[in-house]
């Protein structure tokens, strides 16, 4: 079955940065971006950028330009996620994922999710 | 402050319909899609590009717009549907996908 799974959570001090993985399965992983979201405790979904798994392309949301990088291995049919100097706002729940069919912008597999908290 | 309007919580009486609401110019050039979250779970999709619906999601679940205001629909709501409903989109750009803050759906 079409599958996104997310590496562990992670606790990190503020400054620091954080590496996210997600590894897809079940379908052909460059035929579809992948996206990354996260959600605050307690609040609403965020939307942080794509990758397009086939060419390497990414589009980031403006808030995360200065300090997000997303990259994939198309060899292991994993996209990660790269977010550097931490702080305690960016603690929250990571997610990756796939749209239902190209350029709909509606997410239909998701991955479990990576608790990130950033703690002094 | 998002460029998608949400209602924070509404409520609907077992059984009854509820129309839970999405407003933002973006919405005039771009369909929604929304999802459905429980406690401590990943979103659920249950209606994109405006009205379809996923496999699996029950046709209770509908969607409709018109100008800058998409809707959710859910006819004869059900205990299990008590959630959190978000909607996206796009910004007013057209170049990046944006969320509705929210909205806290209980059934009574």
């Known amino acids: 079955q079409v599958q996104l799974v997310q590496s562990g959570s992670e606790v990190k001090k503020p400054g620091a940065s954080v590496k996210v993985s997600c590894k897809a399965s079940g379908y052909t992983f460059t035929g579809y971006e992948i996206h990354w979201l996260r959600q605050a405790p307690g609040q609403g979904l965020e939307w942080m950028g794509w990758?397009?798994?086939?060419?390497?392309?990414?589009n980031y949301a403006p808030r995360f330009q200065d300090r997000v990088s997303m990259t994939r291995d198309t060899s292991i049919n994993t996209a990660y996620i790269d977010l550097n100097t931490l702080t305690s706002d960016d603690t929250a729940v990571y997610y990756c994922a796939r749209e239902i069919s190209s350029s709909t912008d509606a997410f239909h597999v998701w991955g479990q999710g990576t608790v990130v908290a950033v703690s002094s | 402050s998002s460029e998608l309007t949400q209602d924070p919580a509404v409520s609907v009486a077992l059984g009854q319909t509820v129309r839970i609401t999405c407003q933002g110019d973006s919405l005039r050039s771009y369909s929604a899609s929304w999802y459905q979250q429980m406690p401590g779970q990943a979103p659920r999709l249950v209606i994109y590009?405006?009205?379809y619906r996923p496999s699996g999601i029950p046709d209770r679940f509908s969607g409709s717009g018109s100008g800058n205001t998409a809707s959710l629909t859910i006819t004869g709501a059900q205990a299990e549907d008590e959630a959190d409903y978000f909607c996206n989109s796009r910004d007013s750009s057209g170049n990046h996908v944006v969320f509705g803050g929210g909205t806290k759906l209980t059934v009574l």
């Open positions: 590009l405006k009205d």
């Open positions: 990758i397009n798994t086939y060419s390497g392309a990414t």
